[in-house]
């Protein structure tokens, strides 16, 4: 079969040399981001691999992150390279793809791919390999059992010690090409300088931009630990959605909340108040109370509050403070906090401050200001977290203040990409 892509795009020096290079058991693309390591598999590789099996025994799989990764990050640009060849991802977690069936599994569906335990694999992609389950990827390497199998794909390096950076030192049949975000010379001046920016002064720039293998240690966010005036808001956002996070306490922790303002935009956020309340010793009547009263100051201060999210594991309480806000005329709905991953947190956080897209009014935020000034890297976690010990910062109003926003946070992440 031969194939003639619907757009005709040039390859760079590096993307040429993995094009001659690749021909391992397994192939790596890892390094930084924005570089045309994706873009290389669709528009060449991902086609070349599964029509050269078409016919041999064995299965076809792309595995990703989440099955929405991979419609987003492989299927759709794809479609945009090759139109009707590839389908969309179906009920069955199948696609068409010139005229082979392709399994597309997202990683955290651990489940689906026990399944696949016996049947062998003659193609495996797998995007931000990196960040996918390990265990997923041991089930479906062993899989890999034919003299033609091959499995290849691409990623973002993180700490040192992970798991899968050990794998690609060992003495597998392994190739593996680095790449820094200057190795993409199709990529607008400008572009890069704005990105580069972005990450500056964090483990982030040395992973997205340079592309190195990095482990994150000492204060997290330095630019709020050592200047926090900087961030201090000058006049209050406008044309924004106030949304109230709320994190329960327990025994050894605080019960805390955080009203924030998020640009209708999405391109900045301001935290307008934060407070903390101790767990031991109070009683839901005084809690509720708490966060009422809090409630209505935001309210006479700053308008309306359109939305409150609180922490999803304490379902009790979330239905108990629902009934409480309707008795004091309060018509809002306590909806579930979405938890997303600490990493991702840092990582959104950390461009918040570098773009300068992220304010507090002064003498109303202390709590939560003083959380992100003494937030530390936990050194001897897997992935980027901070220590979560009781003692050493506030996680309580971490939680809180992640909360407040982060039903937004890629609609967030988008946009500071484009402001950047």
Known sequence: ??????????????????????????????????????????????????????????????????????????????????????????????????????????????????????????????DEVVDINREVFELL???????????????????????????L??????????????????????????LCKEYQGTVYYNRYILGQWCNAEGLIFQQIANDYKRYIAKKIQL???????????GNKSKHSITATKISRSFNS????????????????????????????????LYGTVSFIFADSAEQVLNNSLQGELQSNGIDLIVQDSLKIAIKDRIELWNRLFNLEKISFIDNQTQTIIEALQTALFDETAKDDRWIDDGETSDID????????????????????????
């Open 169 to 194: 030192e060992s003495d597998a049949d392994i190739y593996v090409q680095k790449y820094t975000i200057f190795d993409n010379p199709f990529l607008p001046k400008k572009y890069v300088e704005d």
């Open 269 to 300: 956020i301001q935290c307008l108040k934060s407070d903390t309340m101790k767990a031991t010793g109070s009683n839901t009547k005084q809690v509720f109370r708490w966060i009422i009263n809090f409630i209505k100051e935001i309210q006479d």
């Open 141 to 167: 390497k062993s899989r890999l059992s034919f003299e033609y199998s091959l499995g290849e794909g691409s990623g973002n390096p993180q700490g040192k010690n992970h798991w899968f950076k050990k794998f």
């Open 239 to 249: 044309n924004s959605v106030i949304s109230i996070g709320i994190d329960w306490g």
């Open 1 to 126: 079969m031969t194939l003639t892509p619907t757009k005709t795009i040039e390859l760079s020096n590096k993307q040429a040399e993995y094009v001659r290079n690749a021909t391992h058991r397994w192939n790596f693309k890892i390094g930084a981001t924005q570089c045309g390591k994706t873009h290389l598999d669709t528009l060449f590789l991902i086609p070349d691999r599964i029509i050269e099996r078409i016919g041999k025994p064995g299965l076809v799989f792309i595995v990703g992150v989440s099955k929405g990764t991979i419609q987003r990050n492989v299927i759709e640009p794809l479609q945009e390279l090759w139109g009707d060849l590839v389908s969309d991802i179906s009920t069955d977690n199948t696609a068409t793809m010139f005229g082979e069936k392709v399994y597309c599994i997202g990683a955290e569906n651990i489940g689906m791919v026990r399944k696949f335990r016996g049947p062998r694999v003659k193609y495996l992609y797998i």
């Open 397 to 420: 109003s971490l939680d809180s203040f992640n909360y407040s926003f982060e039903f937004w946070a890629d609609e967030i992440s988008y946009s500071l990409r484009e402001v950047a």
